[in-house]
């Protein structure tokens, strides 16, 4: 018999992390190995900085739904209010799920919301990755020998 470590669990609620050490504390963390998978997601990555969040909300309208990003924390939560016309209608069964949710997410530094849309039962949450200039990579020129640097002048 083998212990296999799998570190799918990090992977869904975390964006745009290229640090191990946060997403660790995530895995280790006893409420995310617990909670349920209501309502189901897709963390898409495409391009270098952009990020999509797709949940499956059918039943859901806009007016539903709340999306709040507070800090590296963006939090989708909902609940489907009364409808005049479920009141009329007596269900056999009820195999769309209607009940209330809180999905929080981690979101790693530099990482904006652009938009979010809901089409066809589908909430669509665009992220971007927007890098300070002074946190950018720069390029450092190489002197040559001949040269003379501002601390090496001739006395």
Request: proline share 4%.
């Amino acid at each position: 018999m083998t212990n296999v470590l799998t570190m799918t669990p990090l992977l869904r609620r975390s964006v745009g992390f290229d640090r191990f050490n946060d997403l660790f504390d995530t895995f280790f963390d006893e409420k995310s190995t617990t909670q349920d998978h209501y309502p189901p997601h897709n963390i898409e990555k495409y391009g270098e900085n952009y990020y999509r969040i797709t949940m499956a909300l059918a039943g859901f309208r806009e007016s539903d739904l709340n999306i709040v990003q507070n800090g590296n924390t963006l939090t989708v939560s909902g609940e489907i209010q009364d409808r005049e016309d479920d009141a009329e209608v007596e269900f056999l069964h009820r195999g769309i799920a209607a009940r209330a949710f809180e999905r929080n997410f981690r979101l790693d530094d530099h990482i904006k919301v652009n938009e979010a849309s809901l089409k066809d039962g589908l909430l669509r949450i665009e992220l971007e990755r927007e890098i300070p200039e002074e946190k950018k990579p720069k390029m450092i020129k190489i002197k040559a020998e001949a040269e003379k640097l501002p601390h090496n002048k001739a006395k």
